[in-house]
């Protein structure tokens, strides 16, 4: 019996000290953000969303402490994932309202990633859970997947390159959940439209969308007009 | 020859019948622009409900060449019945006056004389296609503005750079053209059998009318007959506005979806065209001229 207790006295603070180190590493990778307060980038966008024809289009990218974020088509019009970009890397750590859970470790391609889920501790928070795939030697966060509750689960894979020591990606790409589309023949005025309706598998692959951003340019805390997120 | 097009011409617009077409299209582009003007952003939020419940879209979507596309997919199902009106009327209506056997004693063959007549009939449809890209392309543009063109389709969404748009509709208004001379040609060969116009001007009109239907209807039977009618073929001026992805879902620009469709649609056309007036050709040159 006694015996017994040790070994829950052990577990228990073996998973305490493992919360205390992730929480470590969030307070790493998050000073390691917060060294940037704002900053602007020119950029590439690629939608890939299966119902939607679009070019590859130019962006220009904003962020401003704590969570302001915003991307700019260059002329045109832009489709981005509803709610989505704006849970940027640093809003998803902004605030330090949240429970840390250590997940281990895993493999994401070549590298072993420190695995680390947020709980935000408010009832009111659009955010059920956040898995952050952390690199823990660079202090970098590799990947991320968000569950929302009004906008469905995000997943952003990031790829660092020359702003790696201030935590920027060179490359983000987002994928998200879509919904079906379609309009009826009445609206389009499409009535000669003779497309066969889509199969079980195209439904199901028309429902995920992804979005590639390749950062270039950055301009590191050189001061932003508030008017540019309005 | 020359002056032979020049006096159909002048009889074609010294009608005030001619004008009705011109006006009706002033009358519906501008009935349009006014609404998508005072209360596009409704129609907008109609459009995109679907679509905005996942993604946010940002940029000046109610733009002059969204609104001509608007214009054209309501108007060129209309403009063959104006065109039917003069087309139609063109050998019937001298009947009707009783100055074709008059106009036949002149020292002309009547091969020239009646291409004459439908060389004219084509310039007054090619005004009307220019009329009707002045108000709603051009209008549109300075009404609205010019940006990219989203283009919402019934099973997907086709965003066109602005750059990559002028090119489509110069080459929707050609292949529209081509249409029309088509209707042109069919309201020109029914005029052949009668001695009035209204006769021929209705028939023209039920012919389009009836086909256009047939064209459109989902009811599987009637895809045998589809492409063999003329009217399923007049709206390939659509295909302009789709584009061509690569295997990665990127748009090509300057790329069409499906230009066979194009190409093979323009043929239909033209034979159909060119089938109309040999054959308008053909009873003409044996008919017994009575009036």
């Known amino acids: 019996m006694k015996k017994c207790r040790l070994f829950v006295l052990f577990i228990f603070c073996v998973s305490l000290a493992m919360a205390q180190d992730a929480a470590q590493l969030i307070k790493k990778v998050k000073a390691k953000l917060e060294l940037v307060d704002n900053y602007e980038a020119t950029g590439v966008m690629k939608t890939d969303i299966a119902f939607i024809k679009a070019p590859i289009g ?3 990218i904003y962020f401003k402490k704590p969570n302001l974020f915003k991307i700019k088509k260059e002329g045109g019009i832009s489709l981005l994932p509803k709610g989505g970009l704006s849970v940027n890397l640093s809003s998803l ?6 429970s840390t859970i250590d997940a281990g470790v895993q493999e994401v391609g070549a590298k072993k990633l420190r695995v680390v889920k947020l709980l935000p501790n408010e009832e009111a928070s659009d955010v059920v859970i956040t898995t952050l795939y952390i690199n823990e030697k660079e202090s970098l966060i590799e990947k991320a997947i968000t569950t929302t509750k009004e906008n469905g689960t995000y997943t952003m894979l990031m790829n660092y390159g020359a702003y790696s020591n201030v935590g920027l990606p060179d490359k983000v790409v987002f994928e998200f959940n879509t919904k079906n589309y379609k309009l009826p023949k009445g609206i389009t005025l499409e009535f000669e439209d003779d497309t066969k309706p889509l199969s079980a598998a195209q439904q199901l692959k028309n429902k995920k969308g992804r979005v590639e951003i390749s950062y270039k ?14 | 020859m020359f002056s032979l097009v020049q006096v159909e011409l002048y009889k074609i617009f010294k009608r005030p019948r001619t004008y009705i077409a011109f006006g009706a299209v002033a009358a519906l582009i501008g009935i349009i622009q006014f609404g998508l003007k ?4 409704s129609y907008l939020d109609f459009m995109l409900n679907d679509l905005s419940s996942s993604l946010e879209i940002d940029g000046k979507i109610l733009n002059g060449y969204l609104v001509c596309y608007v214009m054209l997919q309501l108007l060129l199902v209309h403009v063959p019945l104006l065109i039917a ?9 001298e009947a009707n006056m009783g100055t074709l056997r008059l106009l036949l004693i002149k020292p002309y063959s009547r091969t020239t004389l009646l291409l004459a007549k439908f060389i004219a009939a084509i310039i007054y449809t090619l005004m009307l296609l220019v ?5 709603a392309l051009f ?9 990219d063109m989203f283009l919402l389709k019934t099973s997907y969404v086709v965003l066109l750079k602005e750059s990559d748009v002028f090119w489509r509709y110069i080459g929707a208004f ?4 081509l249409a029309m001379t088509t209707v042109a040609a069919l309201g020109f060969f029914l005029s052949v059998f009668a001695e009035n116009s209204i006769g021929p001007i209705v028939a023209t009109m039920s012919v389009i009318v009836f086909f256009t239907i047939l064209s459109t209807l989902n009811i599987p039977i009637f895809n045998l007959i589809k492409p063999y009618l003329f009217t399923t073929h007049m709206i390939g001026w659509k295909e302009f506005f789709d584009i061509k992805v690569n295997a990665s879902n990127e748009a090509i620009i300057g790329s069409i979806q499906n230009p066979e469709k194009i190409i093979k649609a323009s043929l239909v056309l033209v034979a159909h065209t060119i089938g109309f007036f040999v054959a308008t050709l053909l009873v003409f040159r044996k008919k017994d001229i009575l009036s």
């Open chain 1, 58 to 60: 130019k962006i220009k």
């Open chain 1, 93 to 98: 750590i902004a605030s330090s309202n949240y």
């Open chain 1, 217 to 230: 340019n950055y301009i590191v805390n050189k001061g932003i007009p508030a008017a540019i997120f309005n």
């Open chain 2, 38 to 41: 005072i209360d596009g952003k």
């Open chain 2, 85 to 93: 009106l003069i087309a139609a009327d063109m050998i019937s209506g």
């Open chain 2, 131 to 135: 009329w009707l890209a002045i108000l």
């Open chain 2, 139 to 147: 209008g549109s543009m300075l009404l609205f503005g010019t940006d």
């Open chain 2, 174 to 177: 050609g292949f529209a053209a």
